[in-house]
Nanobody, 116 residues
Framework: QVQLVESGGGLVQPGGSLRLSCAAS????????MSWYRQAPGKERESVAF????????NYAASVKGRFTISRDNAKNTMYLQMNSLKPEDTAVYYC?????????WGQGTQVTVSS
């Protein structure tokens, strides 16, 4: 059974931090590039961060550069998103995605709410 399971979401105040995790199973995690996406109310799903299969290269949406860090631990089949200096505009459902050539896998999403 292929699974990507996000965790770590919740309610935080502006300026706070969260670390999201994405646990993978049922496929060769170390062969897949990984991404975090998010979808805010009334908006389209957008790419937040990307990391190559070996973790050697990353990129970020301009809106999160300098605040978020994507990483992965292939030995644990887990990918992370460290989110610092959170803003209300970061409020969204965050999704984990794995990709290899024509194959994509998606997680179920985890809610992040940034509010005072």
């Amino acid at each position: 059974q292929v699974q990507l399971v996000e965790s770590g979401g919740g309610l935080v105040q502006p300026g706070g931090s969260l670390r999201l995790s994405c646990a993978a199973s049922g496929f060769t995690f170390s062969s897949y590039s990984m991404s975090w996406y998010r979808q805010a109310p009334g908006k389209e799903r957008e790419s937040v961060a990307f990391i190559t299969s070996g973790g050697g290269s990353t990129n970020y949406a301009a809106s999160v550069k300098g605040r978020f860090t994507i990483s992965r631990d292939n030995a644990k089949n887990t990918m992370y998103l460290q989110m610092n200096s959170l803003k209300p505009e970061d409020t969204a459902v965050y999704y984990c995605k794995g990709r290899l050539w024509g194959t994509e896998y998606w997680g179920q999403g985890t809610q992040v709410t940034v509010s005072s």
